[in-house]
């Protein structure tokens, strides 16, 4: 590298750091949200935009090059990052906790439709029994009961307003519920 290339660069290198220098940091410290760092990600990225135009690289458009360049440092460092180990907040004084909350609450609710699905009438039932404990389609459904798919459709439609009656009304209103049919 002569001489006059080595200004020219210096000078090129100038003017995108005049230009260039406040929006990368503003856009490596949004993305980094450390003033620090930021500024680091940003004085590496003319670095290398300098030690590739030394190599005889050749750059269009020098801000999307800067972009390019800071991006990928700032992905490295997103990688660099290493998660808090859990013996580290141990010794911190963390100590986990467990909630099995939904876990009881999904219990709860099934135990609840299940308890519903057998106050049904028998009809009802044996095909919300199929569809909800049992998982199937109406398919294996029709084939199990030998009744047609819309039949079988028009029962568990039934049979799931028949729950939701017997999940919202009290039990003197069921038993009129239930003798309706």
Same mark, same amino acid.
């Given at each position: 590298m002569t001489r006059k290339d080595n200004t020219k660069l210096q000078a090129t290198m =100038?003017? &995108?750091? +005049?230009?260039?220098?406040?929006? /990368?940091?503003k856009h490596a410290f949004f993305k980094l949200n450390d003033p620090g760092v930021s500024e680091d990600m940003v004085q +590496? =990225?003319? /670095?290398?935009?300098?030690?590739? /135009?030394v190599k005889g690289g050749k750059i269009? @458009? $020098?801000?999307a090059f800067l972009y390019h360049v800071l991006?990928? @440092? %700032? %992905?490295? *460092?997103?990688?660099k990052r290493k998660p808090t180990s859990l013996d580290s907040l141990l010794e911190k004084g963390f100590e986990p906790g467990i909630d099995d909350s939904d876990r009881l609450f999904d219990s709860i609710d099934g135990n609840t439709a299940a308890s519903l699905i057998e106050? @049904?009438? &028998?009809?009802?039932? +044996?095909?919300? =029994? $199929?569809?909800?404990?049992?998982? /199937?389609t109406l398919e294996e $459904?029709?084939?199990?009961?030998k009744k047609s798919k819309n =039949? %079988? &459709?028009? *029962?568990?439609?039934?049979?799931? *307003?028949k729950l939701k009656a017997l999940h919202i009304l009290p039990p003197v209103s069921l038993l009129c519920l239930l003798l309706i049919d």
């Open positions: =100038t003017v &995108a750091y +005049e230009d260039h220098n406040k929006s /990368l940091n +590496e =990225t003319f /670095l290398k935009t300098w030690k590739y /135009l269009h @458009l $020098m801000k991006n990928g @440092l %700032i %992905i490295d *460092q997103y990688r106050r @049904l009438p &028998a009809k009802y039932r +044996e095909v919300m =029994t $199929m569809k909800y404990v049992k998982g /199937l $459904m029709s084939l199990i009961s =039949t %079988i &459709a028009v *029962q568990v439609h039934r049979g799931l *307003q």
